[in-house]
């Protein structure tokens, strides 16, 4: 319920930024094709790799007053997308979506967008009864919509999105959905400038960077036979370019060492199920102050036999100490959406 109630006030604030703000700021309508593939949070089901077909259309208003945090992030847009997604084989039927969205700049051809609204699916388990639909159990459902894009041209881009579907166990079954989608946009209306100069306020404008960073936390089991939770250390090793002074993209290296495969160990005497990770993980960070958000996905390259997944997904806030050198934080790790290890992380930056 709370995860619903949440969507629904983020849709509502961005209609009413809209109707505020349509009579003076810029419209455009950007009209958008995808495809992607549908992601479960349980292992033991074949529908994580099943593709998505979609299109969504998003009516924008891009602001153009004078207020400083207007300014900082280039005159953000906010808007309305409407979405259909196709899913040949999927568990709940096909999916529409309403969200509010904002778009926002990072780099001269790079923007990030965040959108919350509303979907709705046309077989879900209350219509269906399919004992196997464990992941979507109402019509209604919140939507979180993430993406990050990159201009081709004045009026094209391709997006990298990440969508997520659940109800806030308003409803049971509900594990949720994920979806991973790559999509090509055009857009119709006043035509996009790239901004080359740093927004006010921005820090010095750094190339290239390697880091080291050592992260503690606490990793949850699913395993029935082993229930609860267990440390878990991992090491990464870090590169990223700069973009802009407040956004970069980069990789890492992760070398996990977890507890929960070390007690399945020595539970069945497994010498096989070795407990240390290693994995790969594609990231974006966004700079605000000192403060930084970072969010990546990436596939396992060594993982023990238990986990079915092969790719997981990192979202972490970090503190950046002045120079932006050391840094502490806490992020969270997940495999296909469901949250599984939460850390906390200590940093350095070598530029």
Not at 29 to 36: E, N, P
Not at 87 to 100: K, Q, S
Not at 159 to 180: C, E, F, I, T, V
Request: with cysteine; hydrophobic share 40%.
């Amino acid at each position: 319920m709370r995860c619903v109630a949440a969507c629904l006030s983020v849709l509502a604030l961005a209609l009413s930024a809209a109707q505020t703000q349509a009579q003076t700021d810029k419209t455009s309508l950007r009209l958008a094709v995808g495809a992607g593939w549908m992601m479960t949070h349980d292992s033991r089901h074949s529908y994580r790799n099943t593709p998505t077909f979609g299109a969504d259309a998003t009516l924008l208003w891009r602001t153009r007053g004078d207020e400083y945090w207007k300014q900082l992030w280039r005159h953000p847009s906010f808007g309305i997308k409407a979405s259909f997604a196709a899913i040949p084989h999927g568990i709940a039927g096909h999916r529409l979506g309403l969200t509010g969205m904002l778009h926002f700049d990072l780099a001269p051809r790079w923007e990030g967008q965040l959108g919350a609204g509303l979907s709705a699916y046309t077989n879900p388990f209350c219509f269906s009864g399919d004992s196997n639909n464990i992941f979507i159990g109402s019509f209604i459902n919140c939507l979180i919509d993430l993406g990050i894009a990159y201009h081709l041209t004045n009026r094209t881009s391709v997006a990298l999105r990440l969508l997520h579907s659940s109800n806030g166990m308003l409803y049971r079954p509900n594990q949720g959905l994920n979806y991973l989608q790559l999509d090509l946009a055009c857009t119709l209306g006043p035509k996009r400038a790239f901004h080359a100069e740093p927004p006010p306020g921005a820090p010095p404008m750094e190339t290239h960077e390697v880091g080291l960073a050592l992260s503690l936390g606490t990793v949850m089991s699913y395993n029935p036979k082993q229930e609860g939770y267990y440390p878990c250390y991992d090491l990464s090793l870090n590169w990223q370019r700069y973009l802009s002074p407040r956004f970069a993209l980069g990789g890492t290296l992760d070398f996990w060492y977890n507890f929960t495969d070390r007690a399945s160990v020595y539970r069945t005497h497994d010498l096989h199920n070795v407990p240390v990770y290693l994995s790969g993980l594609a990231f974006g960070e966004i700079f605000v102050g000192p403060l930084s958000l970072k969010a990546g996905i990436g596939p396992v390259i060594l993982v023990s036999s238990s986990v079915g997944i092969p790719f997981y997904e990192r979202v972490g806030l970090y503190y950046n100490f002045p120079a932006r050198r050391h840094y502490l934080g806490i992020a969270l790790n997940a495999h296909a959406g469901r949250i599984e290890f939460v850390e906390w992380t200590a940093g350095l930056r070598l530029r």
